[in-house]
Structures are given as structure tokens and as C-alpha cells.
């Protein structure tokens, strides 16, 4: 049986400590209701573009575990990210594919190829640390504390279900310039007596 | 107009851009700085700007991420942008009509200062290049005003000063600006 999404970003959400997390499409609302104060941006609108924006978080907050909550679908829009992933290499970014064969939020169509395209050996011809496939949330948990201690960059390809929501069921959502504003302000401090917003 | 920009005077001008960047961002921020070198070079290989990418490989005091394209680009920009790293985008007139959704939904929607440093290829020295006979010199400039972008040309050592200007510029107005680079760097 496939793993549910809910339940594996459940499981995420007990175990990923400070990560800032950047969810996409059919993770974004069940995201929100399950990490509401989590320090995360999610990509919607510019479909394919978790995986950079992860990568451009993890580069300047070498500190922080940054894990990209990504989708099939939206995986192949950038696919050329696990390459550029691969060659700046930052410890510290896992990037979780939710594999359904589905473009799910747009009703349902299949992605080219289907559930046959293999992302995982994708991952690894691009030259990610460590790769990994599951299909079990048993096994999922069991492995997860690991996956998220293991040097980045870490692929992990999770065979799942459709989502019960998606982006076009749920529509409200803290705009994108307002979850950027957000998370820079959590991750940058000012100093006392200084402005709110940081200009770099 | 001129025959090439030095790549070096290019560099140091992009040195200077980072290094106020960084003194107005520790101004406000209490955190120390995550990293010991300047700012970040995002690019998808650029023909009028080789010899800076060439020379750039030697630079240890930028970094630069090669990117698959554009799209990535713009958001490894947004994500950088995040955690308070200055960083440039060296890109080429076609990358920029390639990555037009991402210009839309990260850089504007977002909010996000993206500065770009666009190649023109192909811009002939004795037309403008919204008169060029290559669409893509020709088309460049009015999509940036369609999406109100602004921007200004490269085209000489003296417009150098445009690199800070419109780095500062994409920071006040919080969203994109470009320089195009009509000239090969030397």
C-alpha cells in the first residue's frame, strides 16, 4: 500500500529540529495545517522551483538543515536542479521527492513517463551523497533520523498516494513575498534598535 | 562605443558592490556573517561575459554556482536573498526570455532583489539595440519595460558605476533590475 503524504510529512514535522522547510504543490497545504509556525517557504506560482530555492537557503545558512519537500511533477519542470544540486553541494539540503505519478493538483494527469521514471538513480548519476527509495512508512520512519543527519545533499524518493488537498482546494495561503519576508526576518535578527528589514 | 570592458575592472567593481552589501546588512543584523567570502555569482554561461566567468574560477572571494538555467537561477537568488547573501545573476538575453515565468513569480511576486547582469549577443555596435536585426538583442529591452524592469546599458569601462546603481536600485525597490552587457569583457 502507498504511503500516505500526510503521514510522512507527520513524520517530517516530529523529527526535522530547526530545518526550514520548502514545501511545493501537493505538500504545501497539508504543510501549513501540520507545521502551522513552521519556518518554511513554499513554492507556488512558479512551479518546478522548490528544489533551487532550497538550495539557494542551504547555501547561506550552512547551520541550518534545509529540506525540500518536492513532487514528481514538479521535479521535471527543473530537472537540470539535481545537476546544479550535485555541483554545489551543500551538506546540509535533503530533498524529499513525493513520487505519484500524477500532476495532482491540475487534476490529475500523468506526468511523462509515470510512476517508471526512476528520480532516485537520477539523483545519484548527478552525484547527490546518498540516495534513497521507500515505500513503506515503517521504514521511512525507522530511517528518517538518519537522513536527516547524513552529509548532503541527500535524495530521497518516496512512493506515495495523492494528497487529500492540493493548492486549488486550498486556497488561502500567506502570499509568497510575505513567507520570503517572514523567513528572513526569523533567520536574520536585527540589532536591537535597528530596523525591521535587512537589505543585503 | 568601446571595443570590450576589462573583466578585471568588471571584478573589482563587483567586489565593491558585495562588500557594501554586506556593511549594510551587518549594520542591521546582530547574527555574524555565515561566510568569509564577498557574495555569490549565480550563472548559465554567458558568451559577452566569459572572460569574467574565466576569471571568476580564480576568484576566491566570490562564489559562483553554475546553474542548468535560468529558472534555477532566479530562485537559488530568492533562497540566498533569504538568508541575507548578496548575490548577482550573469545571464544571456535568450536565458532571460527562457526564465520569464520564474522573472514573474519569484523575482516580482516575490519581491525578491534580483539584480541581473544580461549578455547581449549578437547587439551590433552601429545600431540600437531595439533596432537590431537579431530578435534576440532586439526584443530584450521592451520585456523588461513590459514587465517593468528596469534597466540600462553596459556598453563601456565608464558605465561600470551602473553595477552598484542598479544593485542598490533592486534592493529599494525590492524586486529585478538589469544591466545589459552590449560588449564582450575583455
Redesign the interface.
Known sequence: MLMKPEDVLHAIAERRGEGIVVPTMTTAPAWRRIAPDDLSVTCVGFMGGASSLGLGIALARPDRRVLVLDGDGSLLMQLGSLATIAGAAPRNLVHFLFKNGVYHTSGAQGIPGGLSVDFATMARGAGYRLTAVIDDLADFTRRLPDLLRAEGPVFVELHTGLAEQTPMTVRERTPFHQQLHDARAKLLRPHPGAGATAHA | MPESIPASLVIETLKDTFRE??A??A?????PA?HTHLG?ILSVPDTHQKTVLAALDKEESIRV?????E????????????????VVLMIQHAGLYASV??L???AM?????VFYMIGLLNREKDKDPRESRHSMVRYCEPLLDTFGVPHARLEGPNDVHLIPEYYRLS??RRGPTAVLVGLETS
Do not use: F, K, S, Y
Open positions: 552589501a554586506r549594510a546588512l549594520a542591521e543584523v546582530a547574527e555565515m555569490w554556482v553554475t546553474c542548468a538555467t529558472d534555477e537561477a532566479v530562485c537559488i537568488a530568492a533562497g540566498l536573498h533569504v538568508g541575507g547573501e548578496p515565468n520564474t514573474r513569480g519569484v511576486d516575490g519581491r525578491v532583489p534592493r529599494a
